[in-house]
Every structure is written in structure tokens, then in C-alpha cells.
């Protein structure tokens, strides 16, 4: 007995040290680093402009999962969705030369992209879909991004759990060719669950990083004073890392 | 006189042990987000699934409660020392000559009449073996963990990163697929597991308080 007892107190004071370095200030940080030397290992790895690989069309899942927020809940997006989002608008903002402000037709007219990818859920499962839309870096040659701008940030129609959904990324995965604006999957508009009538693509980072529901594309220098200050919703609320390519 | 085991040895023994124990439970929490596991690169729903595993409990898991932002900060931090110092080791295990000396086995020990010798040595808790430092069966269980289930779980843990593929499809493809490579992951790490249960258990039988004592300040041959 005397050695399971010694054997679950070292387990238990295991345990309360590994919850004490969390939540200590420099467990925090130890945290951060680490993040940022997988961001560093995989840009130094793959450069800045590698691609995912890219599938077939009977590769694609039967079923395209629908996860976090499958849809908004307010009378306005019920209304553009019964009517095939013909009052939708996208803005393209903040640290631009000449903002933007885009229908759905105007999307739609954009030179294309189609790409099948495989979408990697935090969570642990993938599914692959054919995506297609305008890159994101022809929108913003477009609005013409000034040089302070460090980060692309993306607003939402939808909230989860109370707060306003949005993400972030900086702007080696924004001018990335296949971060796309998406507003088709597998050849059909984009289903309700998957983020009608626009979702982003940002494909070499985990789901959480594409935002659905999208209503701005905003030019920043910094993400502390946005919402808040992580840089996205699951960052601000639940601690998610902000680089999710791990 | 040159100790049982050398400084690099004890140091990782050590270091690996902390990783191996906190990427272990961490990636228990991390398994509780999606118990399914699948082969190929896709598949996110319970008919496409190979296997469903339990729910871990929430003393097996760090941290103690379901939070997955904080399991995967723990696995992304200990990564780093893990895969590090794992890659030392072996650098230093073909220089040093440990490798060559202690767990290379030659074709003549692969005899099953020798084998089943060892076995049965093992059963009657007769740890005493003249001349060679390691016995075939230790040869065997260090060389598996050194040579193929470590590396996997290094390899295969990078092969999930969705940021590592562009880098590197080859490595996903090699799994057989992203899900592949998750559900080898998760075997590997219950291989991990079952050396160190058996790990404890002849250490625990063949005088605990030396060989930890030995681990520690190096002992003598």
C-alpha cells in the first residue's frame, strides 16, 4: 500500500505542477514560443508560397461536415438565404488605398479558382471538398494594401456562444495562391452548414482558421485592439493557438 | 572505471521520460475531441471510422479536465524536447558505440532456441546475463523502441500537421494518408505505453532502488 500511495502522490503532484506552469505567466509564454518555432520550422520547411496537396474528385468526402456555427441566427442572413444572398456584401477595408465593396455577381465574375483540398478539423478528422473562388490576393491588389498593414483579419456574420466569430491571418497565408474567398463547394453554392454564401480558404492552416458567413476582409498593423486581442474567436474565448498549422 | 550508463544515456533517460509522459496524457486529451479513428486522408463520421476509442478519464488526461486548446499547448511545447533530444541520442548512440555494443543484434542471436532460452530466463525472474550488457529480449524490446516507435511517433505527429504537407506530402503519403497517420500515431503511442508498463514492471522486480539509483548516478559495469 505504502508504494501506491507514493505512486499516486507523485502522479498527483505531477499533476498539480503541470497545472501550475499552465497557468503561471512564463507557462504562458513557454506556450507561445514553442507555437511560434513550428510557425518558423514549417515557412523555413515549405516557403512561403508551398502548396497542400491538391485531390481528385472521387476523393471527395460523401458528406462535407458541418462543425462550430452551421448558421446565423438573425432574420437578415434568413432573408438572403431564401433569396440566394443578392443584397450580400463583402468589404474589403481598413489599411487599403481604395476600399471595396463587392456583391455576390461582382465575386462571381473574378477570375477563379477551383481546388480540391482536405480540410483538417482541430478536433482530429479531415473530410475533402472541391473549393472555388477568387484568391484572396487579387482582392487585395485590387483595394491596393498599404505597407503597414501585418495581418488580414476576417468578420463574420455569425456568433458562437455570444461573441462575434472572426479570424486572422498575416500576410504570407494571405497572398498564399490557395487562400481563397470561396463561394462554391463541389460545383454548388455554398451549403448553409459550410458557411453560405462566402467562406475562407486558408488551407494549410486547420477549420478554425477559415472562417464561414464572411461579411469584411480588413487590412490591420496589429490585433491587439481587435475584439479580443488574440487575433480570432476560438484564440480570444477558448485559448486556441493562433497559428494553427500544428 | 567507466559507469553502467553514460552521462548522455541518464540525461535522456530522463528528459524522454517527461516528454513520453506528458505527450502521452496530453494526447489523451487531445483524442477525447474526436474518438474516431480512420484510414486513408479523409473521414469525419462514425460509419467511416475503422474504430471508435473510449473516452479517457480525466486523471489520464492533461490537463485533468477537457479543455483541447490546453492538450494541444502541451503537445506542441514537449514536441520540441522530445523529438530533439530523441535525435541527440541516436547521434550519440552510433558514436559512442552504445548502439553498436548494447542493442545491435547479429543474425545468430535471432535463434528461436535462444530466444525461447531468454523467455523462459525472463519468466523465472533470472535477470543475471553473463558477458553482454543486454540479453536478446532487451535488445529486441530498445531497439523497437529506439528504431521504430519513437521515430513514428515523431514522423507520424508531423505528418498530421497540416502546415509540415507542403514541405514534406511525401512523409503524409508514406502513412498512407493524413487519418493514417493519426490512427498510427495513436497505436504507436499504446506500443510506447506497453514498453514502459513491462519497463516498470522488470525494473520494479530486479531491485528498483539500484537500477533507479544506477540510472541516476551512472553505476558501475
Not at chain 1, 65 to 79: E, L, P
Not at chain 1, 199 to 205: A, G, H, L, N, P
Request: with cysteine; glycine share 10%; aromatic share 12%.
Amino acid at each position: 500500500m505504502k508504494r501506491r500511495n507514493l505512486i499516486a502522490g507523485a502522479a498527483g503532484l505531477f499533476a498539480a505542477g503541470c497545472a501550475k506552469m499552465a497557468d503561471s505567466k512564463a507557462g504562458q509564454s513557454l506556450f507561445d514560443l514553442a507555437e511560434n518555432w513550428h510557425l518558423k520550422a514549417h515557412r523555413a520547411l515549405a516557403g512561403k508560397q508551398g502548396l497542400v496537396p491538391e485531390y481528385t474528385r472521387d476523393e471527395i468526402s460523401p458528406v462535407f461536415k458541418g462543425n462550430g456555427s452551421v448558421t446565423v441566427d438573425s432574420d437578415y442572413y434568413r432573408a438572403q438565404l431564401a433569396m440566394g444572398f443578392s443584397d450580400w456584401r463583402l468589404m474589403v477595408g481598413g489599411l487599403v488605398k481604395t476600399p471595396l465593396i463587392l456583391n455576390m455577381d461582382n465575386i462571381r465574375k473574378l477570375p477563379q479558382r477551383t481546388q480540391i483540398t482536405r480540410h483538417d478539423c482541430v478536433e482530429g478528422w479531415s473530410a475533402i471538398g472541391e473549393w472555388t473562388g477568387p484568391q484572396l490576393s487579387l482582392l487585395l491588389d485590387a483595394a491596393g494594401v498599404l505597407p503597414e498593414a501585418n495581418f488580414i483579419v476576417f468578420r463574420c456574420a455569425d456568433t458562437l456562444y455570444g461573441h462575434k466569430y472572426y479570424e486572422s491571418i498575416d500576410m504570407v497565408d494571405a497572398y498564399h495562391p490557395q487562400t481563397i474567398v470561396a463561394h462554391q463547394l463541389n460545383g454548388e453554392p455554398l451549403p448553409e452548414k459550410n458557411g453560405a454564401p462566402l467562406r475562407m480558404r486558408i488551407e494549410r492552416q486547420l477549420g478554425y482558421k477559415h472562417p464561414k458567413y464572411l461579411t469584411g476582409i480588413e487590412a490591420v498593423s496589429s490585433l491587439d485592439d481587435i475584439e479580443g486581442g488574440k487575433g480570432g474567436f476560438w484564440e480570444d474565448q477558448y485559448g486556441y493557438q493562433w497559428y494553427a498549422g500544428i | 572505471m567507466k559507469p553502467k550508463h553514460s552521462l548522455i544515456t541518464r540525461i535522456w533517460h530522463w528528459l524522454n521520460a517527461l516528454c513520453v509522459i506528458v505527450l502521452f496524457m496530453s494526447g489523451l486529451g487531445i483524442s477525447n475531441a474526436h474518438r474516431y479513428l480512420y484510414w486513408g486522408n479523409k473521414g469525419s463520421e462514425p460509419s467511416e471510422a475503422w474504430t471508435a476509442v473510449m473516452r479517457f478519464p480525466d486523471w489520464a488526461t492533461i490537463p485533468g479536465h477537457y479543455n483541447l486548446a490546453l492538450s494541444r499547448d502541451w503537445h506542441i511545447l514537449m514536441a520540441w524536447p522530445f523529438a530533439i533530444a530523441l535525435m541527440i541520442m541516436w547521434a550519440a548512440m552510433l558514436v559512442n558505440g552504445h548502439f553498436w555494443r548494447d542493442l545491435h543484434t547479429s543474425i545468430s542471436e535471432w535463434k528461436p532456441a535462444a530466444i525461447w532460452h531468454d523467455v523462459v530466463e525472463h519468466l523465472k525472474l533470472n535477470f543475471e546475463h553473463e558477458g553482454a550488457k543486454h540479453n536478446f529480449l532487451q535488445k529486441l524490446a530498445y531497439g523497437l523502441v529506439f528504431g521504430v516507435f519513437l521515430p513514428i511517433m515523431v514522423f507520424s505527429g508531423m505528418a498530421i500537421s497540416p502546415g509540415i504537407e507542403p514541405a514534406a506530402p511525401w512523409l503524409v503519403e508514406a502513412f498512407g494518408g493524413r487519418q493514417s497517420a493519426r490512427s498510427i500515431h495513436f497505436l504507436a503511442a499504446w506500443g510506447l505505453f506497453a514498453f514502459f508498463a513491462i519497463h516498470i514492471v522488470l525494473v520494479l522486480l530486479s531491485g528498483p532502488v539500484k537500477q533507479i539509483r544506477d540510472m541516476i548516478t551512472g553505476g558501475q559495469q
